[in-house]
């Protein structure tokens, strides 16, 4: 009887250690960037360059700051050859909506919300269109 759980024991700490040596493997590997991920954090150091000297004081200049930012970012990615996505629009129209009413907003300014978030995001999500899309 003892000498099955001694050799179950084992056998736990072998597929144990065989799991372990799979999973630092996987680990170790670089995560290769997309030409996406590349081109979007270059732009987002960039527009964080070109508002670094900008010190806002009042909520309205923190406004146009996160604006300031997110037009380098948009410029930057279209000279890039990166565009809104049409799919991610026609996804975030309906959220928008219903964002603008939860806070009483226009729906101008809950989808410039919401694109504000999204052009951030440079890793693509399942059950979502990402916002950028590359042209040809």
């Excluded at 999973?23 to 508002?51: M, R, W, Y």
Aim: hydrophobic share 50%; aromatic share 6%.
């Amino acid at each position: 009887m003892m000498k099955k759980s001694v050799i179950g024991v084992i056998a736990m700490a072998a597929v144990g250690l065989v799991v372990l040596v799979l999973f630092n493997q996987k680990a170790e590997q670089p995560h290769q960037l997309t030409q996406l991920e590349q081109v979007g954090d270059k732009c987002v150091g960039i527009s964080e360059n070109a508002t670094a000297t900008i010190v806002p004081i009042i909520e309205f200049q923190k406004i146009e700051l996160i604006s300031r930012k997110a037009n380098v970012v948009l410029r930057c990615m279209n000279d890039n050859k990166f565009v809104e996505n049409p799919a991610w629009l026609t996804y975030a129209a309906p959220i928008a909506k219903a964002d603008a009413l939860k806070a009483q907003i226009s729906y101008d300014e809950a989808l410039e919300n919401l694109k504000r978030k999204d052009m951030l995001v440079f890793k693509g999500v399942v059950d979502k269109p990402m916002f950028w899309v590359g042209t040809k």
